[in-house]
């Protein structure tokens, strides 16, 4: 009887190695790549300054006509917007990069057109060619895969798989005439000016099927690759090519997606911009809890993401190292998108470094309710006046160093740099609860009071407000063009504002943007006088600081200086030229 167990003992051991083994290479290397995937936790690249930028785009009516229409709209309710994202379908199939005419008539002028006008213009694309596309004006294409298999052109010998906008081979990017003909092809629209590529994720289906059976491998010209290989061939490769056309070029690729790829999809180095993939236009998944006052339906549905899912990915793919990240504002799909859930989305993704505002639905926000329209209005010129800010932190995960976003203690709660902290509200309720970290912080939109961590508390926060909080002693740099905010105007547009809220020795350093020259503004606040230093490239600067009571004396340059004092908000504002040192006396 022992002999037996033993025996059957040992074969349950042996089964179990061969499964584990077994499992390992069918799926784990292959699909996951792991533990030989270090060399994709390398530094983020360094994302321009204009991808941190307002984004816009609407996934219901790809013409040029509308896309018009939904600019001149934002334009005259005066609701910023740097880059217009082009979804699918705008070429004639997947992927032969040749406009759609129909759909975008006098393409070469209308593209060159976007870009006086002072606009980015970011494409869809895949790695796919198809032979038959499902929603595009050639559906059936295959005289065009045949032509690139028969020259060898495609991974597998032109094996086939079905994806959701059609069928079709992948382009094999160790082929060298392949990777040719494929970058002449996209030269069609890249000589117009386009700078960026949104790459959507079809490098994950890369597969050969037996049967039912997916197999994770398949053959290429220089051998053969794995899921994981091949995903980040098709994100390296297509952004170091954008780069030979474009030095500013992104790539908006997927990071994390619900733990899909629990090592993110797109290989870091190669990542300049990321998002986490579709959600729905509901608050909560399907296997959460709804809010109060939610239809059941929001949880009803199978494989339900909603903004709570957003939030989850956006800071799982923060801690795994990405960048700038960020979501579809109010998400992708789905029934009518809730008011009260556009709102909070955009607040949330104001303190991202990406705004994706876009998807199904309708995105004209003067359409929508008019508290809509105001209040997103006014985090979206938040989020436009915090890209030098954001910009510091983008040099810096470049350079090795503290990247935008830190998942902390507290439901969803992180650090937004150094100097903000963020505890989102992800229900349909105006309460949150707090867990303020070590230190002493500001209620952002009402700095008079010091609250002073760590400390946890439940707080309402009225749909004109979000959970923000600034560290006192902190310095954030504003590009500052509006007067939505409250932080300054139109006069400032020509200036960079410092917010400042002195506590003993604090910097921060900024960058411009063309080549990165620093600027350093240094605060030293002692008994009854703040100093202030630059250091590195001077810039007209507007000072804003926080005072509770009038100084008596400002010298800029050591220079008597006028300034302007609010009792009220407790700020004092001076504007400085091309000066080494500030002083406030009180």
Partial sequence: MRRTLKKVAKILAYTLVFLAVFGYFYFILPFWGMPFNAQRHGNPPLTPAWAL???????????AAYADSLLAGYRQYDIPVRTLLIDSPWSLRYNDFETDTSRYPNHEK???????????VVLWMTSMVDSYSKDSKIQESGEFYRAAKEK????????????????????????PEAKQWWQNMQQKVLKY???????????????????????LYQKAHSGWLTTRQYMDLYYREEYANGLLTNPEFVTLARAMDRGFHPEGFAPIDASPVNWVGDQKHYWQSKSQTPAQGEAQKDIALEGVQGFESAIESILKSAKLGYSVIGSDVAGFSGDSIPARLYIRWAQFSTFCGLFLNGGHGERALWKRSPQELEIIRRFSWLHTELVPYMYSYVVSAHRGGTRLQRPIEGKYHYLFGDNLFVAPIYKDELENEIHLPEGQWRYWFDDKEVITG????????????????????AIVPLHIQRAYTGKG?????????????????????VYDTRDQTPTTLMVDQ????????????????????????????ITVGGKKAS????????????????????????
């Avoid at 008994?527 to 009038?550: C, D, M, V, W, Y």
Wanted: net charge positive; hydrophobic share 35%; with cysteine.
């Fill in 53 to 63: 930028e307002c984004w816009l785009w609407e996934d219901d009516q790809n013409t």
């Fill in 110 to 120: 209308w593209f060159m057109g976007l870009q006086d006008q002072g606009y980015r």
């Fill in 152 to 175: 060898g052109y495609l991974v597998g010998n032109g094996n086939e798989i079905k994806w959701w906008k059609g069928k079709g081979g992948f382009i094999d990017y160790t082929h």
């Fill in 193 to 215: 000016g386009i700078d960026g590529w949104k790459l959507d994720g079809t490098a994950t289906l890369f597969r050969k099927q037996l049967g039912p059976i997916p197999f």
């Fill in 454 to 473: 760590p400390k946890t508390f439940t707080k309402k926060f009225p749909l004109e407000e979000f959970p923000v909080y600034v560290k006192e002693g």
């Fill in 489 to 509: 105007d139109s006069t400032s547009a020509n200036h960079l504002t410092w917010l400042i809220y002195p506590k003993g020795k604090s910097e921060f350093t």
């Fill in 526 to 553: 002692q008994a009854n006088l703040l100093k202030i230093q630059f250091k590195g490239k001077k810039l007209p600067s507007i000072l804003t600081i926080h005072a509770p009571e009038r100084p008596k004396k």
């Fill in 563 to 586: 300034f302007q004092y609010d009792l009220k908000k407790q700020k004092l504002s001076f504007k400085t030229d091309i000066i080494n040192e500030a002083k406030v006396w009180w």
